[in-house]
């Protein structure tokens, strides 16, 4: 699974730098390209992998991909700053605000959510307007008020509730922060081929949890220099998380009931989507 992903954020990382090279050089673009590198691209492999599901063109695909690793590179430099997250080390590196500087972050963090729309609807994908369209209209709905934003809304404002969030609460918070952009990732696929996007989304709703649950693993068990940013930093906070609630056992129980169902969602494919299952596997078995 590994090496199916380092290929695929190879030829996303690849596509990233010729468009980056077309922009001014200054700070901001530096800090995009700063931004934008390293990774799993898990996301960017969930778009190529459905779109390779429905036999897309995979030159095609490669668009979107890099628009979701653009937006994902966004909502990351956005919640290290101090008025979020305040994290001075991301992938390993210094944070983008850190490394540069405020201003320079918020900037950085602009032009990428623009980077990701701009390569989403780009003619040169080679998609038909009306696929381009959906495609962007559907991930601003996953980015926004009602997806990732609104997630992060919440997640800010249980860090000052009287009252620990419940199960139930931090699973509807985790479906916007984290699930909403792999549902999309996951869809892109099918809506590329104007297909029932269906079975995917089921599979990306309980892979989103899983990963979440997972990372929240990592944030108990995980050593900071392996995950690359700080770890035990909501259990510092009292902040309610799947392992305060679930425990330890209970919760990397839960993702592997998840990763079961996501596998399951995929029957309709049959063993063309064994890549995808792959993926759910080594989302709740990764370290970092």
């Given at each position: 699974m590994?090496?199916?992903?380092?290929?695929?954020?190879?030829?996303?990382?690849?596509?990233?730098?010729?468009v980056l090279g077309t922009f001014p050089p200054g700070p901001v673009t530096e800090g995009m390209g700063y931004a934008t590198r390293g990774g799993k691209r898990i996301r960017g492999f969930l778009v190529m992998e459905?779109?390779?599901?429905?036999?897309?063109?995979?030159?095609?695909?490669?668009?979107?991909?890099?628009?979701?690793?653009?937006?994902?590179?966004?909502?990351?430099?956005?919640?290290?700053?101090?008025?979020m997250d305040d994290d001075d080390l991301r992938r390993g590196q210094p944070t983008v605000h850190v490394r540069w500087d405020e201003a320079t972050a918020i900037l950085v963090g602009d032009?990428?959510?623009?980077?990701?729309?701009?390569?989403?609807s780009d003619p040169q994908t080679g998609l038909s307007a009306g696929v381009r369209a959906e495609l962007a209209h559907t991930l601003a709905r996953a980015a926004g008020g009602q997806g990732m934003v609104l997630g992060q809304a919440r997640d800010i404002a249980a860090e000052?509730?009287?009252?620990?969030?419940?199960?139930?609460?931090?699973?509807?918070?985790?479906?916007?922060?984290?699930?909403?952009?792999?549902?999309?990732?996951?869809?892109?696929?099918?809506?590329?081929?104007?297909?029932?996007?269906?079975?995917?989304?089921?599979?990306?709703?309980?892979?989103?949890?899983a990963f979440q649950i997972q990372d929240d693993v990592i944030?108990?068990?995980?050593?900071a220099a392996q995950v690359g940013k700080?770890?035990?930093?909501?259990?510092?906070?009292?902040?309610?998380?799947?392992?305060?609630?679930?425990?330890?056992?209970?919760?990397?129980t839960r993702a592997a009931t998840l990763v079961e169902i996501a596998c399951d969602a995929l029957s309709v494919y049959e063993t063309?989507?064994?890549?995808?299952?792959?993926?759910?596997?080594?989302?709740?078995?990764?370290?970092?």
């Amino acid at each position: 699974m590994q090496d199916r992903l380092a290929a695929e954020a190879r030829a996303i990382q690849a596509q990233l730098d010729l468009v980056l090279g077309t922009f001014p050089p200054g700070p901001v673009t530096e800090g995009m390209g700063y931004a934008t590198r390293g990774g799993k691209r898990i996301r960017g492999f969930l778009v190529m992998e459905s779109a390779r599901l429905h036999g897309v063109d995979m030159a095609a695909a490669l668009w979107p991909a890099c628009a979701i690793e653009a937006l994902h590179a966004y909502s990351l430099v956005h919640d290290d700053l101090p008025a979020m997250d305040d994290d001075d080390l991301r992938r390993g590196q210094p944070t983008v605000h850190v490394r540069w500087d405020e201003a320079t972050a918020i900037l950085v963090g602009d032009a990428l959510h623009s980077l990701a729309f701009e390569m989403v609807s780009d003619p040169q994908t080679g998609l038909s307007a009306g696929v381009r369209a959906e495609l962007a209209h559907t991930l601003a709905r996953a980015a926004g008020g009602q997806g990732m934003v609104l997630g992060q809304a919440r997640d800010i404002a249980a860090e000052s509730a009287d009252v620990p969030l419940t199960l139930d609460e931090i699973t509807t918070l985790q479906e916007g922060k984290t699930g909403a952009l792999i549902e999309w990732a996951a869809t892109a696929g099918a809506r590329m081929a104007r297909a029932d996007p269906a079975p995917l989304l089921a599979y990306a709703r309980a892979l989103g949890l899983a990963f979440q649950i997972q990372d929240d693993v990592i944030d108990v068990t995980g050593d900071a220099a392996q995950v690359g940013k700080a770890v035990g930093k909501d259990a510092a906070a009292g902040k309610a998380t799947f392992v305060s609630l679930l425990g330890l056992e209970g919760a990397k129980t839960r993702a592997a009931t998840l990763v079961e169902i996501a596998c399951d969602a995929l029957s309709v494919y049959e063993t063309r989507a064994d890549s995808l299952r792959d993926l759910a596997r080594f989302v709740i078995s990764r370290d970092s």
